[in-house]
T-cell receptor
Framework: AQSVTQLGSHVSVSEGALVLLRCNYS??????LFWYVQYPNQGLQLLLK??????LVKGINGFEAEFKKSETSFHLTKPSAHMSDAAEYFC??????????FGTGTRLQVFP | ETGVTQSPTHLIKTRGQQVTLRCSSQ?????VSWYQQALGQGPQFIFQ???????GRGNFPPRFSGLQFPNYSSELNVNALELDDSALYLC????????????FGSGTRLTVV
């Protein structure tokens, strides 16, 4: 069964530093993969998605993720963190067309 | 285009009561899914509706039920509320299914006391 694992429930960075949020998936077949962001007291917003084709996916707010089949990873990065990036980030995979399976989430804190 | 809207935003219920949560899907989306997000956890899939029929269900008991209407809006009903039902309930809509991602609403925060 497809699933995702997010390493690190909390990540803290300084403003302007590199952001790296880790996600590994389990699947024998390259899946579809998603990153969502959740700001406090809000729903989920789609950051980016990998379907097929280019392995480097660019999303909103300067985020990008690289699909690496050899490492079964889909890590989320941003070159320079901003205070407004503080939020909860979820990696997700659709095992079927009817649902998404989410990781446990990573809370990103950005310090001035 | 309007996004996914949910009502109410907050709700407090007593254990044993019944609750109905409502969702209007994004314009052009015919698929609606519901997720439960307990505090500090990722969203958990409850069920999905496509063209008024349930076409997928997660590991939730039958007291969680739903409806989808001809305009693709949806309701989530929970009977015999338990304390553990306290959570953020998220509605999501899509035009092409989970493989292409969902648009989520802001959620309904349900507190059961």
């Amino acid at each position: 069964a497809q699933s995702v694992t997010q390493l690190g429930s909390h990540v803290s960075v300084s403003e302007g530093a590199l952001v790296l949020l880790r996600c590994n998936y389990s699947s024998s077949v390259p899946p579809y993969l998603f990153w969502y962001v959740q700001y406090p007291n809000q729903g989920l917003q789609l950051l980016l998605k990998y379907t097929t084709g280019a392995t480097l996916v660019k999303g909103i707010n300067g985020f990008e993720a690289e699909f690496k089949k050899s490492e079964t990873s889909f890590h989320l990065t941003k070159p320079s963190a901003h205070m407004s990036d503080a939020a909860e980030y979820f990696c997700a995979v659709p095992p079927h067309t009817d649902k998404l399976i989410f990781g446990t989430g990573t809370r990103l804190q950005v310090f001035p | 285009e309007t996004g996914v809207t949910q009502s109410p935003t907050h709700l407090i219920k007593t254990r044993g009561q019944q609750v109905t949560l409502r969702c209007s899907s994004q314009s052009g989306h015919n698929t609606v899914s519901w997720y439960q997000q307990a505090l500090g956890q990722g969203p958990q899939f409850i069920f999905q509706y496509y063209r008024e029929e349930e076409n997928g269900r997660g590991n939730f008991p039958p007291r969680f039920s739903g409806l989808q209407f001809p305009n693709y809006s949806s309701e989530l009903n929970v009977n015999a509320l338990e304390l553990d039902d306290s959570a953020l309930y998220l509605c999501a809509s899509s035009s092409r299914g989970a493989n292409y991602g969902y648009t989520f609403g802001s959620g309904t925060r349900l507190t059961v006391v």
